[in-house]
Structure formats: structure tokens, C-alpha cells
């Protein structure tokens, strides 16, 4: 289908180019479409104040299709625990991608597989952000010996994390400043390198 999009790797830069229905390159679409380069790397403590921003930016407005006002206030306030933040994308695996040294997305994950945090710029959607982190935190992950990706999905991520291959575990009510969430637990086993 015209828009679904491949990525050529190199190095640490992905590229996407739209595609054909029988996925090869279609160099007029490309230039109506245009590119995009992705740069993956490490999060830095310098980079928090772009995160938190782009945390706040998204929560209140590409989830806010499947949260209430109260709930998306709770999950992102206007004035995050910049420590705690600060604190657990140092202490995890955590990456950015970005742009022109504007974050799109970011996440983090922890040594023992637990996928933390994952989230792309509200402008950003659907262009490969996430599926270039997740991709590198499985990499992470298979360093680690680690068998098994967990994370806690919202509503709105969902989807997303069935598309990768994570399978539904328990849909949960999780409980955050004073207000009820629905999310879900779900689970990703990944495929041992002497498998590959």
C-alpha cells in the first residue's frame, strides 16, 4: 500500500522512504512524500527537559482520544517529578530519537526487560519513531540475555505493541494520582540470537 514505508539502516540513521503496493521504491512518491532521517542515541541528563515536554505534549493530545481530561492531568502534569525522571532515564537503558537535535520519541527499559517508558513526539506519529526505539530495545534486551520484553500499555498504545508481536497478558486498573486507568499488561518473547 502507497505510505507504508521501509527502512535502509546505516549505521546509526535510519531512513524511510514510502513504498509501492509490491514494495519496491517509488521515486515520485518519495518526492511528494519526502524523507525523514532518524538518529538514535543515548539519552543524555541534558536531554530532559525536551523529553518531559514531549511527554506532557503527547499524553494531552494523542491520548487524549482514549483518556478523560482528569486521567490525562494525573498521568502528565503540568509540573512532572523532574527527579524521578531525571533518576530512572539514567538509571535504565534509555535512548531518544531525533531529528535536527529535536527529539521525536524516547523510551527506556530495564535490565530485566521491562520496557518502561516509550513515547513519540504528538507530530510524529506513525512515522517509524517507535518501531526504530522498540527495535533498539530489543537489541538491548538480546545483549542482555534478556528472553522477555513486559511493558504496561495504555489504550492508545496497544495496537501498536500487538503490531510488534506482544501479546496481551491482563488488562489492569491501575491506580495514579487519585485518578483510575485501564491499561494492559503485555508481553513479547523474543527469538534467542542461536535461533536466528
Known sequence: MIGDRIRTCRL??????????????????????????????RYRDSDLPQVLQLFYDTVHTVNA?????????????????????????????SYVVERDQQILGFGD???KGY?????????????????????????????????????????????FFELKGFKCVEKREKYLNGQVFVNYTMMKTLIPKSVK
Open 65 to 93: 482520544r482514549d483518556y478523560a481530561v482528569d486521567q490525562l492531568e494525573a498521568w502528565a502534569p503540568l509540573e512532572p517529578d523532574e527527579k524521578r525522571w531525571a533518576g530512572f532515564m539514567r538509571e535504565n537503558i
Open 109 to 111: 527499559l530495564t535490565e
Open 12 to 41: 546509526n540513521t535510519v531512513v524511510l522512504l514510502p513504498v509501492t503496493d509490491d514494495n519496491s521504491l517509488n521515486p515520485f512518491i518519495t518526492e511528494r512524500i519526502g524523507e525523514i532521517t532518524l538518529n538514535v542515541r
Open 115 to 159: 520496557l518502561h517508558t516509550l513515547y513519540v513526539h504528538k507530530d510524529y506519529q506513525g512515522k517509524g519513531v517507535a518501531s526504530t526505539l522498540l527495535e533498539t530495545f530489543e537489541k538491548e534486551a538480546a545483549k542482555l540475555d534478556v528472553t522477555t520484553i513486559t511493558t504496561e500499555a495504555s489504550i492508545t498504545a496497544k495496537d
